[in-house]
């Protein structure tokens, strides 16, 4: 499989993202292809510094960079040869199979609606992310940041979408699916919340089990899908970045909050667009990348973007 | 003072309630009154037992009781010889200064709106908790659960009443405000935030230093006052519940992490109604309503609902 890599997007490319991409060899087959996309020079000069051969990769050289900092859609439009804008061309036309970047995220987001576009049938493409359960188990939790104000039947759909996600990323049989509330009762939550809880109780198509409180994200007894707006879920994700920090300043030694760690994660597929992508944290360093890609593969290796298609 | 304390709410009264006002007694003052309203055979078999003289205590007997899952307005108005309504009508009549209780969270927003009453002028009341932060200061969040839905000009109080909870509460001079929101940027988050946004920057009653991201929250950098809708404040709270319990089930010891027991908190202060009134957490035991108890005397000792009426 072909895998796009942004060379250029992040707090500290291009020389992290070289990095993680050598990190990452170890862990693909042969059969795997990484091309990095980006400024050939600053590739082959890290590389030579890393004694690495530029074979192992195919560089794909672009001349320009969208910033972190610039204007997402108009960035992505007046940059038509940045890695990012050159990532999103080279995935429409098969000439890889996904991409993923650590830069400008609303730039990503441009491509990904505009290039490659959603999936016919849905309504509004997420952000998934993974919560680690104490059991070793993931959960996936959608949305995280694309659609802060989400209607009912978004919200439904949003469990489809991350039923999928776990049936073939984390290999659950039956996904048990919940929405995320501030009580455990049907009544209970805003009128979207409480309209989702009516059209996700009747639905055959997902299993859902009900509310859940945040009190209960984490434990043992959490599902294996969670299903919020994108406020809520950008809040959870954050105030779990939050504690990790508060862990690593306290100079404590856990395996389960380690693995609370962003780095571990690596990225968060974009879900429900004709591709398959994922977004990396701006301040990812070598592991993080690493992990990224390794998310990416995980991603493409399942087609992720064409069960979707298939089951919608 | 006089502290009134309903020994009959929560799941482990009325034990654990008077176990919880015995353990008070040593952080009280001869000055002050704990009123326990509950079943007097209960209170005074219970003592008999701790070998606690009950002169130590007022006793006020209540004959009925509002059960955990009773449905609130119903129960209050049916049930006016329960701990709850006997507590909210002595406070009414200025026969206590304040009023606690870990029982039906409904049954205590029904008494707070219906008997004692919002200040003129507070839009909205509301739950405001404790966040503590790594440097040892404590934050104010509201809303945590009160009004899942918020106006702008809801959210703009919001910031005033934690201020002033701050300023006499926590101690803090000129207490900083901060708006919880997906990014820093003012441009980020739900049509309501954003007016917020632009509301608190203007006023010059707070003392206003943007938004805050989750990720902020808990560490040296986080704010004195913290504004949200009680939907995204009851998930921080809740979450932070969640890494709570995981921090015990891994047998970890950390000063920090020990203080986000809700144990150590003990109540959440409804704000901006007629009279000091802390709610405590249903699952309450003997530590939680000693702290439920002298979080209470806390609000009391600077008539918090007075600074409110004439602040506003």
Redesign the interface.
């Known amino acids: 499989m072909k895998i796009g890599l942004d060379v250029m997007g992040g707090d500290y490319a291009p020389d992290a993202i070289v990095e993680g991409a050598v990190d990452s060899l170890m862990h693909l087959s042969s059969a795997d292809e990484l091309v990095l996309i980006g400024d050939e020079p600053s590739i082959l000069k890290k590389l030579e510094e890393m004694k690495i051969k530029p074979s192992c990769f195919k560089i794909v050289h672009t001349s320009q960079v969208i910033g972190m900092g610039d204007i997402p859609a108009k960035a992505y439009a007046q940059k038509p040869d940045s890695s990012i804008a050159v990532g999103y061309r080279m995935l429409k036309e098969g000439k890889i199979d996904g991409f993923c970047s650590a830069g400008n995220t609303g730039a990503m987001l441009v491509g990904a609606t505009y290039t490659v576009g959603a999936i016919p049938g849905v309504l509004r493409p997420a952000l998934a992310t993974m919560l680690p359960a104490?059991d070793d188990r993931n959960a996936v939790i959608l949305d995280v940041?694309l659609n802060?104000?989400c209607k009912p039947d978004v919200l439904l759909q949003y469990g489809m979408l991350g039923s999928i996600f776990a049936k073939y990323v984390l290999e659950v049989t039956n996904p048990r699916v919940r929405l995320?509330n501030?009580g455990e009762e049907e009544s209970k939550?805003?009128p979207a919340v409480k309209a989702a809880y009516e059209l996700m109780k009747e639905h055959p198509g997902i299993n859902f089990e009900g509310n859940i409180?945040?009190?209960?994200?984490?434990?043992e007894t959490m599902a294996d899908v969670i299903v919020c707006d994108?406020?809520?879920g950008?809040?959870?994700?954050?105030?779990?970045?939050?504690?990790h920090?508060?862990y690593k300043?306290?100079n404590?030694q856990?395996a389960?909050?380690d693995r609370l760690d962003f780095e571990s994660i690596g990225g968060t597929p974009i879900i429900g667009i004709n591709a398959n992508v994922v977004i990396g944290h701006g301040i990812s360093r070598r592991k993080a990348i690493m992990n990224m890609i390794l998310q990416t593969w995980a991603v493409v290796h399942v087609n992720l973007a064409q069960k979707i298609k298939e089951a919608i």
Do not use: C, M, P, S
């Open positions: 104490i940041g802060i104000d995320l501030i939550g805003t409180e945040a009190n209960g994200l984490f434990q994108g406020f809520v950008n809040v959870i994700l954050k105030q779990t970045e939050a504690f920090h508060v300043l306290r404590l856990d389960y909050f």
